[in-house]
């Protein structure tokens, strides 16, 4: 089961940007979910920077603020990877006994390719507004005209 161990504990499914640069985000308060995008590698540098919410101001770490449809994205790439690991695994167990003599049954096992595991592609949403932030310079993207800074959560 050597591809299956190969995958280990944990997948770490990328998250591309859209085709401006930007990575969606989503606020994750439920009375929120303010859809908003930054461009990664502008605005603050550090570890462990929390991220803003443009909308209500909500503050957490930058790994709560995927999108519903990048966690789909994801959770469907690893499930393809863990299932053809899997497939890999048993095709190694395959094998074909010749029926001995001339009375015998002959047994094989034949693994044969199964349906792909589909992967939820998703497009990032048009913004109206794209703002770079006058006190850290992060680039970002958001539905109407105010709103804090992702990364310093300054007011524009
Ligand atoms: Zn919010
Ligand atoms: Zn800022």
């Given at each position: 089961?050597?591809h299956?161990?190969?995958?280990?504990?944990?997948?770490?499914?990328?998250?591309?940007?859209?085709?401006?640069?930007?990575?969606?985000?989503?606020?994750?308060?439920?009375?929120?979910?303010?859809?908003?995008?930054?461009?990664?590698?502008?605005?603050?540098?550090?570890?462990?920077?929390p991220?803003?919410?443009?909308?209500?101001?909500?503050?957490?770490?930058?790994?709560?603020?995927?999108?519903?449809?990048?966690?789909?994205?994801?959770?469907?790439?690893?499930?393809?990877r863990?299932?053809?690991?899997?497939?890999?695994?048993?095709?190694?167990?395959?094998?074909?006994?010749?029926?001995?003599?001339?009375?015998?049954?002959?047994?094989?096992?034949?693994?044969?390719?199964?349906?792909p595991?589909?992967?939820?592609?998703?497009?990032?949403?048009?913004?109206?507004?794209?703002?770079?932030?006058?006190?850290?310079?992060?680039?970002?993207?958001?539905?109407?005209?105010?709103?804090?800074?992702?990364?310093?959560?300054?007011?524009?």
């Open positions: 089961m050597d299956l161990r190969r995958l280990g504990n944990s997948i770490s499914i990328p998250i591309p940007a859209d085709d401006n640069g930007f990575t969606g985000r989503e606020c994750p308060q439920p009375e929120c979910e303010g859809y908003f995008k930054i461009e990664l590698g502008t605005g603050l540098k550090g570890e462990g920077l991220c803003h919410c443009p909308y209500c101001g909500h503050t957490a770490g930058q790994d709560q603020f995927w999108t519903k449809e990048q966690i789909e994205y994801a959770k469907s790439v690893a499930m393809r863990i299932t053809d690991a899997f497939h890999k695994d048993l095709k190694k167990l395959e094998f074909d006994h010749k029926p001995k003599g001339a009375f015998g049954i002959g047994i094989s096992m034949k693994v044969k390719p199964g349906r595991t589909p992967i939820h592609y998703y497009r990032e949403k048009q913004l109206e507004t794209e703002v770079v932030c006058v006190n850290c310079t992060l680039r970002y993207s958001v539905y109407g005209v105010f709103a804090f800074c992702p990364d310093c959560g300054q007011h524009n």
